[in-house]
C-alpha cells in the first residue's frame, strides 16, 4: 500500500510516517518547504525512509503540489492543520488553511483516484463547551465560531466540508475521521507543538502561576498514529472515531512532574480549583486574549465524558497509560531545549 501524509512534519504526521514506515508501506509525505532542513531532517532518518519515504512540496493554499504527492497513492492521510489557541486573524490563521485545505486535498485525492481518505479532526468537532454528559461520535459542536473558540471552530467547518464533498461528489474515496483529545508525547521533530506546549510551560513558569481547574481528555501521539493506520487498513471502518486515553487533569499533572525528577522546576503551587479558585480564574480570564479566554470560559471546572467505544470495537484500539505518556512527554521537551533550567 501506498500512503500519501498531509503535514508530515508536524508532531502528530511524523509520527504517522513513522507508523507507516515501520508496517512496510510506502510513504508521499507533504511539507510546505522542501529545503527547511528542520522539517525534513528528522523524516529523512526515519527508518524505512531512504526507499519508501518521498517527500513533496505542498502548502494547504495551494492545490497543485497535493496532485503531485497524491499520485499513484492508495490512500491520503489528511493530517495537516494549523492548530493555535490566539491567533492575530482567525479567518486567515485558521479556518482558510483548514477549510480551503481540505477541499484542495479532497480535489486532489479524488483526481488521483485514492480509495480511503482518513481525515485529522479534533474532539474540538464534538464540543465546544462540554456538559456533563458522555459524549460519542454523534455529537457535533454548535457553538463555536469566529470570536468564540477560533481553533475549535476551523475543525468542524473542515470536518463537516469533508462530509459535505463525500456526500455531494461521490469521488473516487470513501472516508474515515479521527477525532483525538489533547495529543501528548515525545516528538519526532524539534518544533513544539500547542499540547505539548503546556507541558513546557508548566515546568518553566509564568504562563500557569497557578493550578487551574482545567481536566481535559489527553491521549498519546504514538496511539493517534496506530489509529490512522488502522483506519486505512480495516476495510470496514467507517464514519467518525473519537481517540482520546483519559482525563488528565493539571492538579494531576502538577503532582505526576513533581513526584518522576521535574520537582526542581517551576511548577506552580498556588491551587485555584476550588469554587472560588474558578470563580478568580474566571475574573482573571476576561483579561487574556480572546482565544485563551474563550478556552477558559468553555473548559474551566467542567468534566469532560468521551464514549470510546467505537474505535475500541471497530479498530481494535486500546490506548497507553496517559501518566506515563507526560512523563514521557516532560522528559522529551526537556531534551529539545523546551524548557529552562531547574531552579
Known sequence: MRVAVTGASG???????????DRGYAVHGTVRDLADVTKTDSLKQLDGADDRLELFAADLMEPAG????????????HVASPYAIDVDDAQRDLVDPALTGTLNVLNAADAAGVKRVVQTSSIAAISDEFEDRMYTEADWNELSSLTRNPYYYSKTLA??????????????????????????????VPSIN????????LLNGGVYPAILALAYPSVDVRDVAEAHCRAAETPSASGRYICSASVLPMARSVEILRENGFSGYKLPKLNLTSAMGIFVTRQLARFQPPGTRSF????LG?????????????????????????IQTAEDVVRWGHVGAKQ
Do not use: H, Q, Y
Open 194 to 201: 500547542t499540547t505539548n506546549r503546556t507541558t513546557v510551560d
Open 296 to 299: 477558559l470560559e468553555s473548559t
Open 159 to 188: 470536518e463537516r466540508a469533508a462530509w459535505d464533498f463525500v456526500e455531494s461528489r461521490s469521488p473516487s474515496f470513501d472516508i474515515v475521521v479521527i477525532n483525538p483529545s489533547a495529543v501528548l508525547g515525545p516528538s519526532l
Open 302 to 326: 467542567r468534566t469532560i465524558r468521551l464514549d470510546t467505544s467505537k474505535i475500541a470495537a471497530d479498530l481494535g484500539m486500546e490506548f497507553r497509560d496517559i501518566e506515563e505518556t507526560l
Open 66 to 77: 497535493f496532485v503531485d504527492a497524491f499520485g499513484g497513492c492508495d490512500v491520503v492521510m
Open 11 to 21: 508532531f502528530i504526521g511524523s509520527e504517522v510516517v513513522r507508523a507507516l514506515l
